[in-house]
């Protein structure tokens, strides 16, 4: 892939807005190449709007890690700063992953509410937002994508310090798919799990999801239909946010400045200018692991190939909560499933006035709702 980036492309200058970096967390990490470090100023800029002063409520790092033998990658990652009688406080870590097309900034808006009952770390997946961007040609199967997104959090854990002290770990969507299988298979290290919207739950045939496919499209009209065409090419040719961006003859800022005021419901133009400036340079960045949620899941109903529900059947001894917004799309089969089968390791919430994001959407009740399922007595199990 090639590695060459022309900023120029993107609404955020690199020239004129780039000056040698004065925030420690900056100089702290002078491996990171040029482009990284300029959306991370952008980034900052975003989370001081909505109070997170960095230095002082978050501290942000790019943690190193050994994929394969290789040290040249590393996890983007906030980690909430204790101050005055929280400097005492012997805090719980809590794990926060995103979902795809997403990242730790998401979280913002929960950040500071839950940073005042645990240390909170929030993590960019491996491949996306602002983590490194490694050449993942050689993963084939869905089993290895798997894997390979499993082995990177065991590695960012090892470089943290976590894996001697048992943590909490949340996940949404994407970030909730990949959080079950690390989940699964390190039960010693995670107190209880929880699953915003996860992606890939639920036990459903190929044939059932065609049949979904076929009994939506009679009832289309035509710009449903347009649209279903066009999320169909783009998922049977793996296209990324990355190439489309890249590539498309769209108008993209108009595209851009459409999904932001409408998904992360931005209230002023210099939050909305942020935002596009922060993805338009994200967004050139190199393809890596964004194409692998086309190798993992089948369309339309981000049904898995290996369901979360299957592995969670046998062997699961650490509690799990699925959190569903009161108008979420996600398919909460499999998880009633495992409910019904063991109301004692797994249970289903209900966020109110949100939908799939809704980390977004009501962040307050999401916030208030993970800090009371976490601080119930251990003795409770769930």
Same mark, same amino acid.
């Given at each position: ?54 230095? *002082? ?29 929280? *400097?005492?406080?012997?805090?719980? =870590? ?38 490194? *961007? ?31 002290? =048992? ?118 960045? =190199? ?31 650490? =509690? ?63």
């Amino acid at each position: 892939m090639q590695e060459d980036i022309n900023l120029q492309e993107s609404s955020f200058s690199l020239e004129s807005s780039y000056n040698e970096p004065s925030s420690w967390t900056h100089k702290k990490e002078s491996f990171l190449p040029k482009q990284y470090k300029v959306a991370q100023e952008v980034e900052e800029k975003i989370l001081e709007l909505h109070n997170l002063e960095i230095g *002082r409520d978050v501290e942000i790092q790019n943690i190193k890690i050994n994929l394969n033998g290789i040290d040249d990658d590393w996890i983007h990652t906030y980690i909430s700063i204790d101050k005055g009688k929280d *400097r005492f406080k012997n805090k719980e =870590p809590l794990v926060l992953i995103h979902g795809y097309g997403g990242g730790s900034i998401l979280f913002q808006k929960m950040f500071k509410k839950l940073s005042k009952q645990f240390k909170v770390y929030c993590i960019d997946i491996i491949g996306l937002n602002l983590s490194s *961007r490694p050449n993942v040609d050689h993963l084939k199967t869905a089993q290895e994508i798997i894997d390979f997104f499993v082995q990177s959090i065991q590695q960012w854990v090892i470089q943290v310090g976590l894996q001697y002290k =048992p943590f909490y770990l949340a996940g949404h969507s994407f970030g909730g798919y990949i959080s079950s299988f690390y989940a699964k298979q390190n039960q010693d290290q995670v107190k209880k799990l929880i699953l915003m919207s996860p992606a890939g739950v639920s036990k459903i045939s190929q044939q059932e999801n065609q049949d979904y496919l076929n009994n939506r499209y009679l009832n289309m009209n035509f710009k449903e239909k347009l649209l279903n065409w066009f999320r169909k090419t783009v998922w049977k040719y793996q296209i990324t946010y990355e190439w489309l961006y890249k590539n498309c003859f769209l108008p993209k800022q108009y595209i851009m400045k459409h999904m932001i005021t409408t998904r992360l419901k931005t209230k002023s133009q210099k939050e909305l200018k942020l935002w596009q400036q922060f993805y338009g340079l994200v967004l050139q960045l =190199p393809e890596s692991t964004s194409r692998f949620v086309y190798s993992l899941f089948f369309y339309p109903r981000v049904i898995a190939h290996h369901p979360v529900e299957e592995i969670f059947e046998t062997d699961m001894n650490i =509690p799990v909560h699925f959190m569903y917004g009161q108008h979420d799309w996600m398919n909460q089969e499999g998880a009633q499933r495992l409910m019904q089968k063991n109301k004692d390791l797994f249970r289903i919430y209900l966020i109110p006035s949100s939908g799939h994001h809704m980390n977004v959407d009501n962040p307050e009740e999401l916030s208030e709702q993970i800090i009371k399922i976490l601080q119930i007595n251990e003795d409770q199990k769930i």
